[in-house]
């Protein structure tokens, strides 16, 4: 499975930016997709996750703010962020979990990311 991103650039605080990810190759094997960040200097965090069936979980830091949502006949995924801040500036990365045929394990995938400045 490869994932692409898009979407990313500068935005002033307050404002709103969307992030694409569509995924190619063996994209039937794929149960949740998300999207992580990772500002400089920390670690990677989870920011949303939606499973294949529409199930969502965010971290708390963007609850009402951002939007995770998936049209799975185009095998992509998208964040909406709304009310953005300083602190939200980071490289976003395009998750994908997917089945493994034949065990009962999973793999993860990971896009290149795409990076979000937030100007104060």
């Known amino acids: 499975v490869q994932l692409v991103e898009s979407g990313g650039g500068l935005v002033q605080a307050g404002g709103s930016l969307s992030l694409s990810c569509v995924a190619s190759?063996?994209?039937?094997?794929?149960?949740?997709m998300g999207w992580y960040r990772q500002a400089p200097g920390k670690e990677r965090e989870l920011v949303a996750r939606?499973?294949?069936?529409?199930?969502?979980n965010y971290a708390d830091s963007v609850k009402g703010r951002f939007t995770i949502s998936r049209e799975n006949a185009k095998d992509t995924v998208y964040l909406q962020m709304t009310k953005l801040m300083p602190e939200d500036t980071a490289v976003y990365y395009c998750?994908?979990?997917?089945?493994?045929?034949?065990?009962?394990?999973?793999?993860?995938?990971w896009g290149k990311g795409t990076l979000v400045t937030v100007s104060s």
């Open positions: 998750n994908a979990q997917g089945w493994i045929i034949a065990t009962p394990s999973t793999m993860d995938y």
């Open positions: 939606i499973s294949l069936g529409g199930t969502t």
């Open positions: 190759g063996s994209t039937y094997t794929i149960n949740h």
